[in-house]
């Protein structure tokens, strides 16, 4: 069954250092998300993307953060400079349709040091 | 503003002891509501759609239901593998992005 992967599935970083998580979204899927959850608490949304451009972000996402397809596969969420507060587990999530449900990947574990 | 709450918060129960868990919701327009499993230190798997009110969907000892204020997520007969934090979540008014509820973490003892 085709599924959502993610990697590394760990990433611990120094504050101020930049990450890239990386993903590769279910093979004929249009839509793709990153959310985050930080420990204790809800899946928050961080952005979605359509047709190689943004078309939804949250007030999380600031200019620290960016998104990128570099390929026909990949799907990466790069964060500049890490905060403390960056620390949290990331999901992305691919969807074949905007109104249908969303398929998560296993999340990459940031800890920013 | 629109919001999705569930409750209990937590539930424990004996395995074989059926129960149900809430998701209520406020949204002008539903496009869906989705239930999720997630198991400690993992993503969110998808379980269930729900589009209009009367809507069910079963899989397993699990069956969601849907009306115009709440879904419910019913568990018959659970076993200790149907431990987990279910959630629920919907479509953030016109958009993609999901609003998920807290969660509620299931333990199910044998």
């Known amino acids: 069954e085709p599924e959502v992967t993610q990697t590394p599935s760990h990433q611990v970083t120094q504050m101020g250092q930049e990450v890239i998580l990386r993903c590769v979204p279910i093979?004929?899927?249009?839509?793709f998300y990153w959310y985050r959850q930080i420990l204790g608490q809800k899946v928050e949304f961080l952005v979605s993307?359509?047709?190689?451009?943004?078309?939804?972000k949250s007030e999380i996402f600031d200019d620290q953060f960016s998104v990128e397809r570099p390929d026909g596969s990949n799907f990466t969420l790069k964060i500049r400079s890490t905060k403390l507060e960056d620390s949290a587990m990331y999901f992305c999530?691919?969807?074949?349709?905007?109104?249908?449900?969303?398929?998560f990947g296993p999340g990459t574990r940031l800890t920013v040091l | 503003e629109d919001q999705v709450t569930q409750s209990p918060e937590a539930l424990r129960l004996q395995e074989g002891e059926s129960s149900s868990l809430n998701c209520s919701y406020t949204?002008?327009?539903?496009?869906?509501l989705f239930w999720y499993r997630q198991d400690p230190g993992k993503g969110p798997e998808f379980l269930f759609t729900?589009?209009?009110a009367g809507e069910e969907k079963e899989k397993e000892r699990l069956k969601a239901t849907l009306t115009k204020k709440e879904s419910f997520l019913h568990i018959t007969a659970p076993k200790p593998e149907d431990s987990a934090t279910y959630l629920c979540?919907?479509?953030?008014?016109?958009?993609?992005?999901?609003?998920f509820g807290k969660g509620m973490k299931l333990t199910v003892n044998p």
């Open positions: 999530a691919s969807s074949i349709d905007r109104a249908n449900e969303q398929f």
């Open positions: 093979s004929n899927h249009l839509y």
């Open positions: 993307f359509y047709n190689n451009e943004i078309s939804e």
């Open positions: 949204v002008s327009g539903l496009r869906g």
């Open positions: 729900l589009y209009s």
């Open positions: 979540a919907m479509p953030y008014r016109g958009s993609e992005k999901l609003v």
